[in-house]
């Protein structure tokens, strides 16, 4: 249910961004194209997007068909595929990878007909849109969490794009919000998606003493390794209790969703004066905030009316969920 909540939200992101309007029934369907830098898997940021996908499908029926290619690498690679949807008539591409974006603006160029949605990129062109969201602050969210259950923390990162030093900034400020003397230590794979790698970093933290970890790669294979390890660890884009039940603190949603694992309220000891002010003033622009059911207080009423005061428009609670 958590992964189908994002990725509705993922998809009503990306397609408000492009269209004005309601698509008008047609008899030939809007062919839209999506570009992996990935494997398509059960978890993680590509899961997402595929899952996006579908719900474009079933919203749309049939007003739209859909291609997804996976597991393209960044750069040349990337624009023979992106050029390739365009020449096959695709009249709208997703390049979902910040490393898409130069070889989307030069295919674009050659297609002005066609709309391109580059996700997480910067640069824009008269068919070129792009979509981003504010992922540090569910990030310091996460660190705040880290903070709680640790002093040293381990991030494994793909490249330092501004997104992901974003990211290690907003997580590191969190633990620190809450344990002054926290310590991250990055190691850098210089790739999204490469398992045994991420598995491999994650090990190297782990022996060098971090007790809890972050990451900003493509796999489940960190949170594989603190479930192996008996440690803790922050799941990204996706839900991944399946992979690591025992050492999931919680999981951010690409869309900015916060999912608590119950078994730790009491390890994290949420205190609702101090939390609900930091969370009025860091969530205000989070698109979603997944509330515990059964958490140790009135989180129901007392999140929402603290995201109310920051602005927030869309709380849920995981009772709602269930």
């Not at 793909?158 to 400020?173: D, H, M, R, S, W």
């Not at 310590?183 to 060098?208: I, S």
Request: with cysteine; charged share 15%.
């Amino acid at each position: 249910m958590y992964k189908n909540l994002a990725a509705a939200f993922v998809a009503a992101c990306c397609i408000s961004s492009v269209f004005s309007q309601t698509l008008a029934p047609s008899a030939t369907p809007l062919k839209i194209g999506f570009v992996y830098v990935a494997p398509v898997l059960d978890a993680g940021w590509v899961h997402q997007h595929d899952e996006a996908r579908k719900v474009v499908e079933a919203a749309l029926g049939d007003q739209v068909k859909t291609t997804y290619v996976e597991n393209v690498a960044e750069g040349a690679d990337a624009e023979r595929v992106i050029r390739d949807l365009a020449q096959q008539g695709h009249q709208l591409i997703f390049t979902p990878s910040f490393g898409y974006m130069e070889p989307t603006l030069k295919v674009a160029k050659d297609f002005p007909n066609v709309k391109f949605e580059s996700i997480t990129g910067y640069k824009t062109q008269a068919n070129v849109a792009v979509a981003n969201a504010r992922y540090y602050e569910g990030r310091y969210l996460a660190g705040i969490a880290a903070g709680r259950l640790a002093s040293s923390a381990g991030y494994v990162a793909g490249f330092a794009i501004p997104e992901v030093i974003q990211g290690i900034n907003a997580f590191t400020l969190g633990m620190r919000s809450v344990n002054p003397q926290a310590t991250v230590k990055v190691v850098w794979l210089g790739a999204w998606f490469d398992p045994p790698r991420e598995r491999e970093a994650a090990m190297t933290l782990f022996n060098q003493g971090v007790d809890v970890m972050a990451f900003h790669t493509g796999s489940t294979a960190v949170m594989s390794a603190a479930q192996e390890r008996g440690k803790l660890a922050i799941a990204y884009h996706s839900d991944m209790r399946r992979v690591a039940p025992d050492a999931q603190v919680l999981w951010l949603s690409s869309v900015g969703a916060v999912a608590i694992n119950p078994a730790l309220y009491d390890k994290l000891s949420y205190d609702p004066a101090r939390d609900l002010a930091a969370v009025s003033l860091v969530v205000r622009n989070v698109e979603v905030l997944v509330v515990p059911a059964n958490a140790p207080y009135n989180t129901g009423a007392e999140f929402v009316a603290a995201a109310k005061r920051g602005g927030k428009n869309r709380v849920i609670h995981c009772a709602a969920l269930a």
